[in-house]
């Protein structure tokens, strides 16, 4: 590993951008943050083995400014050991980070480190973000509250997305909160979870302040199988922070439905009914998340599980009277509200 540039005095703000085969994109990214209204930070960009010219790339767009570091790794390791380095690298008060292939709109900086200054338990903060690229543009919201963005840290949607994190450097040092080494991709989601179980805060800035670039070549498009499991294996740490009494069986079925609603027997959908009606039984850990949003999401998935067997005549009426006989209130809402 190799790096250029450092800072003299601690900025108030540390950008990092892992970075990997993005030549084509890298330069817009830094000068976004450039072009930031809070001018007191410190940029790290950590090229993770790319094997085009991200690097040269970077140090055009990089130019003379003393505020800008390149690390540059000799191999690919991922995107949380690129991360891990230039967040272990930041002198910042509070630490950004943006994906490469996006750009931060001249408000960021100072719009999320307001955030952090109106609320001394805000330990992440994001922000909405405009998508672009070869998806049609649009705005993509996200949950504001923090219990709101704890709870669907399950599903993965409405949270705080990686490429417009901030974080207070301190209180991640203090509770030694990295990104997985072994996870590829939806580390993001870990890392929150992470912040979550030490007891921080989580909220979005209520304003965009990032524009996202959707294309074939993004790791969560290029790699959706891999994506895809690592996404599934962050759901299964989850619950078993929120529910540490579920069996691990149970856990799997629940996360299960996240990827397939069609088991291939009743059998397989009453398994699941039963490990979704002990979650929603269950005490949950309390770290601030909305159980009420958990027991939602879990809820309909089973409805759409239960809708395909229904659609499909594989639930007869003593299936229907076993189900309604075992499960709490709550699953037997979803039921009846099926016709079922």
Known sequence: ????????????????IPAFNAECFIGEAIASVRQQSLEDWQLIVVDDGSTDQTMSAARHAAGDDQRIRLIHFDRNEGVSVA???????????????LDADDRALPARLAAQV???????????????????????????HCALGDADIKAHLLDGLNTIS??????????????HIRFDDRSASAEDLDYLAAIMAAGGQ??????????????????????????RDCLQAARR????????????????????TFLHLYAPHTEGLLDMIRAIDRLVSAQARD?????SIVHDIVLERLAKAAGVYRDHGLLNKSHVEAIRHFVSPATRAVIERLGL
């Open 1 to 16: 590993m190799t790096s250029e540039n450092a800072l003299k005095s601690p900025p108030l703000v540390t950008v990092v």
């Open 83 to 97: 991360s891990n380095a230039g967040f272990d690298a930041a002198q910042g008060e509070f630490i950004a980070r």
């Open 114 to 140: 307001a955030a952090f200054r109106n609320c001394d338990r805000l330990m992440a903060a994001g922000s909405h973000a405009r998508v672009f690229g070869d998806v049609p543009e649009g705005i993509a």
């Open 162 to 175: 990686g490429g417009t994190l901030m974080v207070r450097r301190s209180f991640i040092r203090e509770h």
């Open 202 to 227: 989580l909220a979005n800035v209520d304003e965009v302040l990032t524009e996202h670039r959707s294309h074939r070549a993004s790791l969560t498009n290029s790699q959706h199988e891999m994506a």
């Open 237 to 256: 740490r989850l619950l078993s922070l929120w529910y540490p009494g579920l069996e691990p069986r149970d856990i799997d079925l629940i996360v299960a």
């Open 287 to 291: 770290f601030g998340q909305d159980v």
